[in-house]
DNA sequence: CTGAACGTTTGAAAAATTTCAAACGTTGCA
DNA sequence: TGCAACGTTTGAAATTTTTCAAACGTTCAG
C-alpha cells in the first residue's frame, strides 16, 4: 500500500471514529468517509470489499444514512447494482439532524417548565431561570444555524462556480 | 408520582438519549439532565440514587463529565462528601467538545490533499475539489461558531443581570 | 491509632450493539 | 419459465459497552 492509500485508509478510520459524535456508529462514519472520497458513486458490493463487512450490515447502513439524508442512491445506466453517493448537502444535513434533537428537547423542557410553574413552587424559580437561559441558548443556536446554512449557500455557489 | 415528576423523568431520560449525538452514552446524559434541573447541587449517593444505578458507574461517568467540563465539583462546607453541579457554561462547552473533533478530521483532509496532489493525479481533482468544500465548509463552521460564542456571553450577561 | 465514611478501581456479569452467513424475495434476462 | 444477480431480512454469534459488587485507598473524627 502506498503512502496515499494508507493516510486515506486513516481517514476514513478517524472518520468513523469522530462521526460518533453525530449519532452515527462507527462503520457509518466509514461508509461516508469513503464515499466522501470516491471520485465516483460506489456499489454496495465495492463497499462491502473497501471495508471488508459483508453486505448484511452494510446494506442495513446505507438504508439508515439514506434516512438521514447522508448518502444517496444514484443508478448506472449500464447495470442493475444500486450505487451510493454522497449527498450534496450532507454537511448541512447532518447539523441538521442534529439540531432536531436538541429542539425536541427543548420543546420537553417548556413544557416542564410550564408544569412546574403551576405546582412546585419552591423549586420553581431556579428551575424556570434554568430552563429560560436553555431556551435563549437554542434560539440563539438556531439563528445562528439558519445564517450558516444562508451563507454557505452562497459559498458553495461560490465553488461550483 | 405527581405529573411534575413525572415529566421530569421523562426530561431526563429522553435527554440521554439525545445527548448520544453529542458524544455522551445513555447514563451521561442523565446525569447531566438531573443535574439541570436540581436546584442544589447533588452528592454522589443521592445522583445513584435518583438514577437507581451502583457508585461504581456513576463515579466514572462524573470524571469523565468533568473531564468534558459539563459538570463541576463543588465542595459544601458541612459534608465530607462530593457534590456535582453543572457547568455554568455547560452548552457552550458540548458545542466546543464537538468542535474539536471536526477540527482534527479537517486536518487530516488537508494532509491527505496535499499527499495526494503529489501522487495520483488522475483521482486528484474531484478529491481535491471536494475537500476544498470540506475545508469551506469547517472553516465557516468555525467561523459562526466564534459568532456565536460571542453573542451567548451578552446574552447570558443580560439573563443573569 | 482506629474505625467509619467516602470515592475509586477492578474483574467479572449483563446488556446492548454490531456483525455475519444463510435464507429469502424480487427483478430482469435468456 | 427458469436462472442468475441483486438487495434485504433474520437469527445466532461475536464484540463492545455498561453495570455491579466487592476490594481498596484515603481522609477525617474521635
Redesign the pocket.
Known amino acids: 500500500m502506498d503512502k496515499a492509500e494508507k493516510l486515506k485508509e486513516d481517514f476514513i478510520m478517524n472518520f468513523g471514529w469522530a462521526y460518533k459524535a453525530f449519532g452515527l ?3 457509518m462514519g466509514h461508509v461516508v468517509a469513503l464515499l466522501l472520497f470516491s471520485p465516483k458513486p460506489l ?3 465495492e463497499i462491502t470489499e473497501s471495508l ?6 452494510v ?2 447502513i ?2 439508515r444514512l439514506r434516512d438521514k439524508n447522508l448518502i444517496r442512491r444514484v443508478w448506472q445506466p449500464t ?4 450505487y451510493y453517493e454522497i449527498q450534496p448537502d450532507i454537511f448541512e444535513n447532518a447539523f441538521r439532524n442534529n439540531l432536531e434533537m436538541v429542539r425536541n428537547n427543548y420543546k420537553l423542557a417548556q413544557k416542564f417548565r410550564t408544569q412546574i410553574k403551576d405546582q412546585n413552587v419552591q423549586e420553581a424559580e431556579i428551575l424556570s431561570a434554568r430552563l429560560e437561559e436553555m431556551q435563549s441558548f437554542y434560539e440563539l443556536m438556531d439563528k445562528k444555524y439558519r445564517e450558516f446554512l444562508d451563507e454557505w449557500d452562497d459559498e458553495r455557489a461560490k465553488l461550483l462556480g
Open positions: 456508529s462507527k462503520l456499489s454496495l458490493d471488508k463487512r459483508s453486505k448484511g450490515p446494506s442495513q446505507t438504508r447495470s442493475r447494482k444500486d
